[in-house]
C-alpha cells in the first residue's frame, strides 16, 4: 500500500500536553500558545477539556481560552467532553468539534473517567444526539490500545469492538490511542489491520504517546497501513494524568520533519512551529522534548 500524500495533524498540546502539569499555566500563556500554533500552520488544535476539575485541575480554564483565543477561518478548535455536563459547558464555550474518550480495558476506563467501558458508551449516546442537533462534529478515542498501565498487555481484538462502536454512534475519526507509549510498530500494523476491518483507514487516526522512544517508529507503521491523520504535541509536551510515567505525546516538530522527509505535504511551517514549541517549554521551564527543535538550536 502506497503511503498517503497529504497528512493531517492534530495538535493535542494543550490539552494533552497541559494537562499533565502540576504548576499553574496562565489563560495568556495557553492563548499564546494556540494561536502561535495556528499561525504555523496547524489545521486542527485540541485546546482543552470540559471535564471534572476534580479530576484535570490544569483543565479548569477551558473556556476562558476558548474566549480569548483569536480564531482562524479554516482551522478547528476541538475541546475533550466526558458527559452531557462537559458537552453542554463546550457549546456554551462556543465549541463546534468535540471529542469522547472511552478505552480499551476496564481498569483504564474506571480510573480515568470513573466507570465501565459499556457505561461510557451509553454515555456517548446523548452526546452525539446533541451534537447532532447543534451542529457539532464529534470525535472518538480509543485509550490503551498497545497496552495499559493497570491490565498489561492489550490486544487489537479488544480496541476493534470499541472502536467500531464509537464509529456506529457517529465519531466521524477514531483515534487509537497507545497512552502508555510502549508499543511497537510490528503491534501497531496489526492492529490498524484489524480495526481497518471494521472502520475505514480514512476514518482512523493513530495516537502516540513517545514513552519508549517508539512513536515515530509507530506514526511511520501506520503510515504503512495508509492512516493519514496523526494526533501529536508541539515540543513533546504531556502525559495522561491516568497513565502513570508515561511521557507526552510524539513531538510535532519531528513528526512534521519526518513527514517533510517522505514528500508528505502537512502544510506546516517547522520553523514557526519549533518557536511555538520553545516559548511553552520556556514558560514551562522544561527542556524541550522534540529532538528536531534541539537539533535545529544547536546549529
Ligand atoms: P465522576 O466523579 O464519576 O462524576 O467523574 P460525577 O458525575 O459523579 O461528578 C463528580 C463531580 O464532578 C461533581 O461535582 C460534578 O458536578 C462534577 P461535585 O458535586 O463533586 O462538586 N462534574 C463535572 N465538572 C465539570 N465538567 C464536567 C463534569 N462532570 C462532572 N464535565 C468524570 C466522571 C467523567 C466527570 C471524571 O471522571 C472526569 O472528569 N474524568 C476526566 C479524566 C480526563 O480528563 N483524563 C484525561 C483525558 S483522556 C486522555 O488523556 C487520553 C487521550 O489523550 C488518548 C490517549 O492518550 O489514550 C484522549
Ligand atoms: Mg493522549
Redesign the pocket.
Known amino acids: 500500500m502506497p503511503i498517503p500524500t497529504t497528512v493531517r495533524v492534530v495538535e ?1 498540546g494543550p ?2 500536553g497541559l ?1 499533565n502539569e502540576a504548576q499553574p499555566i496562565s489563560v495568556a500563556d495557553k492563548v499564546c500558545l494556540v494561536d502561535a500554533l495556528a499561525d504555523a500552520g496547524l489545521r486542527y488544535i485540541e485546546v482543552g ?8 485541575p490544569q ?1 479548569a480554564g477551558s473556556a476562558e481560552v476558548f474566549a480569548a483565543i483569536a480564531q482562524q477561518p479554516g482551522v478547528t478548535y476541538a475541546a ?4 452531557m ?3 453542554e ?1 463546550a457549546v456554551a464555550a462556543g465549541v463546534k468539534e468535540v ?1 469522547v ?1 472511552a ?1 480499551a480495558t476496564e481498569a483504564f476506563s474506571q480510573r ?4 465501565s467501558i459499556s457505561e461510557s458508551l451509553q454515555r456517548f449516546e446523548p452526546i452525539m444526539e446533541a451534537a447532532q442537533r447543534h451542529d457539532v462534529r464529534v470525535r472518538g ?5 498497545l497496552g495499559c498501565p493497570y491490565e498489561g498487555s492489550v490486544t487489537a481484538e479488544q480496541v476493534a469492538p470499541v472502536a467500531s462502536a464509537l464509529y456506529q454512534l457517529g465519531c466521524y475519526e477514531v ?1 487509537l ?3 502508555l507509549g510502549t508499543g511497537t510498530p510490528g503491534a501497531t500494523r496489526r492492529l490498524f489491520e484489524t480495526v481497518a476491518d471494521v472502520i475505514p483507514r480514512k476514518q482512523l487516526a493513530g ?1 502516540f ?1 513517545d514513552t519508549y522512544g517508539q512513536a515515530l517508529a509507530n506514526v511511520y507503521a501506520s503510515l504503512l497501513e495508509g492512516i493519514s491523520v496523526f ?1 501529536s504535541s508541539v515540543a513533546g509536551l504531556g502525559g ?4 502513570k510515567g ?1 511521557t507526552g ?1 510524539v513531538a510535532t516538530e519531528d513528526l512534521v520533519y519526518l513527514l517533510q522527509g517522505l514528500g508528505v505535504e502537512t502544510g506546516i511551517d517547522l520553523e514557526r512551529l519549533i518557536a511555538a514549541g520553545q516559548r511553552i517549554s520556556d514558560v514551562l521551564g522544561r527542556v524541550n522534548g522534540s529532538r528536531v527543535a534541539q537539533a535545529r538550536r544547536a546549529q
Open positions: 493535542v490539552r494533552d494537562q477539556s470540559f471535564v471534572s476539575p476534580k479530576w484535570v483543565m475533550l467532553a466526558p458527559n455536563r462537559g458537552f459547558a471529542a474518550f478505552a480515568n473517567i470513573n466507570c478515542y480509543v485509550s490503551c490500545v483515534s490511542g497507545d497512552t495516537h504517546h494526533d495522561c494524568p491516568y497513565a508515561a505525546n
